[in-house]
């Protein structure tokens, strides 16, 4: 085996940052479909159109607490000339068994509650005297303490017209209407809908799990005790919480020491349950930069298509990277660079839009914006490569926060936007218009 350092090959051409997102894209499928309960299948995308099975509202009911009553016993019906009538019972909400309403006779009705056959029309309690015989009322008094309302006489004092305040079966959705279409993303209203006309389960893409693993034997876990030269994990923080953020389930793998024989074991172990995988670090030119050593040796060695490639981007920051897949099933595996900011950054470029064209979505990138630059200084960019400085957006203006260097996670946490710089463009002049990609 050779000692020599690594010479200049053609390994070293610059992938764009486009082509490098195509790549990933042009790999990555949307996961199969699986049928899952309601609340589990909140921010996945439906794969069937949804047909209604029954009328919404099922049956002809009341939008008022009042009295369903006929239109010609209440017509002209005033405060000096009251309609009264006689009070049959009362007809609560889920009522099944239904009283008839007659001329001349009223029933108390309930909001949601079955029109009940012979009556028309609703008048809210409001319109009349409660059965108390004092005037007009402002609500019912409650059943277990007056027992006696849902009989006797009513004054009705205003008039009502055929079908007032009454929602009528199928005013929302129909027997047969499409509910959903395929492709709809299961928010909160959807998941109403869905539960309103009875579907208990529903089948959808699956959010993607995602695992993500830091590397480097300098990395402390949170709360522990640093030694000389060693620093905290954060990277493995910042992609878990921004892989939930995209929509997977996120499984955090602590730091993994650089030796190329454990990294190896770890990831081996860990894709059971990865639909992704995402590692920090050890993907530059150094000496113990083991993600490349190691994953070139990952599952079964004789899977056709498999295999990790590591490439150098036109990007700052970002430019280390590896993409491929790897193990039995070709399990997608992005291989990040270890700075912070560049893992970060990386992330929202790459693997955000991985994850989401797993979750099956159309929509997979962060939304982009054109905004002016303010600056107290011209903003400098190295030739030939994209830059994606942060910054702060707000009313058409992007603000840079921190500099350039890929170690300044105190400016990012303080970001909400990056600012790109095209490859071909070194310098940015304040107020000039800008590309900005908003991190939300
Ligand atoms: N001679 C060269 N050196 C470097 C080059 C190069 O082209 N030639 N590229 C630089 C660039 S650009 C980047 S980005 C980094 C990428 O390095 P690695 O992916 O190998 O990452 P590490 O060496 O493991 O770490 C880099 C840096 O980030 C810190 N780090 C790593 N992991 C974490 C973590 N989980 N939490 C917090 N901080 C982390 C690590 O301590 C290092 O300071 O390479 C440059 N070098
Ligand atoms: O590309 Mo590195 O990601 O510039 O710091």
Same mark, same amino acid.
């Given at each position: ?20 997102? /195509? ?7 949307? #996961?199969? @479909? ?5 609340? =589990? ?6 794969? =069937? +159109? ?15 607490? *009042?009295?369903? $009553? !006929? ?25 099944? /068994? ?21 009556a028309e029309a609703v008048v809210p309690v409001e319109w009349t005297d409660g059965g108390l015989g004092e005037g007009p009322v402002t609500g019912m008094r409650a059943r277990s303490l007056a027992p006696e309302a849902a009989t006797g006489q009513v004054q009705v004092y205003r008039a009502a017209e055929a079908r007032a305040h009454v929602r009528a079966q199928g005013s929302d959705v129909k027997a047969g209407d499409r509910a959903l279409e395929a492709g709809t993303v299961l ?11 009875? !579907? &208990?389960?529903?089948? $959808?893409?699956?959010?993607?799990? $995602?695992?993500?693993?830091?590397? *480097?034997? /300098? ?13 905290? =994990? ?19 793998? &602590? ?19 990865? =639909? ?12 113990? +930069? ?13 899977? @056709? ?12 920051? *970002? ?58 200084? @011209? ?53 000039? /218009?800008?590309?900005?990609?908003? #991190?939300?």
């Amino acid at each position: 085996m050779s000692t020599a350092a690594p010479r200049a090959t053609g390994q070293d051409h610059l992938w764009s940052v486009d082509e490098h997102l /195509e790549d990933i894209l042009a790999t990555v499928r949307p #996961l199969d @479909p699986i049928e899952l309960q309601l609340l =589990d299948a909140q921010g996945c995308v439906l794969v =069937d +159109d949804i047909t209604v099975p029954v009328s919404l509202p099922p049956f002809d009911n009341s939008s008022m607490d *009042g009295y369903a $009553v !006929r239109v010609a016993d209440v017509a002209g019906a005033s405060e000096e000339y009251p309609a009264s009538l006689e009070v049959v019972g009362d007809v609560a909400a889920g009522a099944a /068994e239904l009283l008839h309403v007659g001329p001349g006779q009223a029933a108390r009705i309930m909001t949601g509650a079955p029109l009940p056959p012979g009556a028309e029309a609703v008048v809210p309690v409001e319109w009349t005297d409660g059965g108390l015989g004092e005037g007009p009322v402002t609500g019912m008094r409650a059943r277990s303490l007056a027992p006696e309302a849902a009989t006797g006489q009513v004054q009705v004092y205003r008039a009502a017209e055929a079908r007032a305040h009454v929602r009528a079966q199928g005013s929302d959705v129909k027997a047969g209407d499409r509910a959903l279409e395929a492709g709809t993303v299961l928010g909160p209203p959807q998941i109403s809908l869905l539960a309103a006309i009875g !579907r &208990g389960t529903v089948r $959808v893409r699956p959010r993607p799990r $995602v695992v993500v693993l830091s590397t *480097g034997s /300098e990395l402390v876990q949170p709360d522990g005790e640093l030694a000389p030269g060693q620093i905290y =994990d954060s990277n493995s923080f910042a992609l878990t919480a921004a892989a939930r953020d995209a929509g997977a389930i996120a499984y955090r793998v &602590g730091a993994v020491a650089d030796d190329a024989e454990t990294l190896r074991t770890t990831i081996e172990d860990q894709l059971v349950r990865a =639909d992704l995988m995402v590692t920090t670090g050890g993907v530059s030119v150094g000496a113990y +930069d083991v993600v490349k050593e190691a994953l070139s040796y990952v599952g079964d060695e004789d899977e @056709p298509g498999g295999g990790i490639e590591f490439r150098k981007l036109a990007m700052q920051p *970002g430019k280390p990277q590896g993409f491929g897949s790897i193990g039995p099933d070709h399990t997608p595996l992005l291989a990040l660079p270890g700075n912070p900011v560049s893992s970060y950054v990386s992330f929202e470029l790459f693997v955000r839009p991985a994850i989401r064209t797993l979750m099956g979505l159309e929509d997979v990138h962060r939304p982009r914006v054109r905004a002016t630059l303010t600056a107290g200084k @011209p903003l400098s960019s190295p030739k030939g490569r994209r830059q994606f400085l942060r910054g702060t957006y707000a009313d058409g203006a992007v603000t840079p926060v921190g500099g350039a260097g890929s170690h300044l996670v105190a400016a990012l946490a303080h970001a909400d936007a990056l600012i790109v710089v095209p490859e071909d463009v070194t310098a940015v002049e304040p107020g000039t /218009e800008v590309e900005v990609v908003l #991190l939300g």
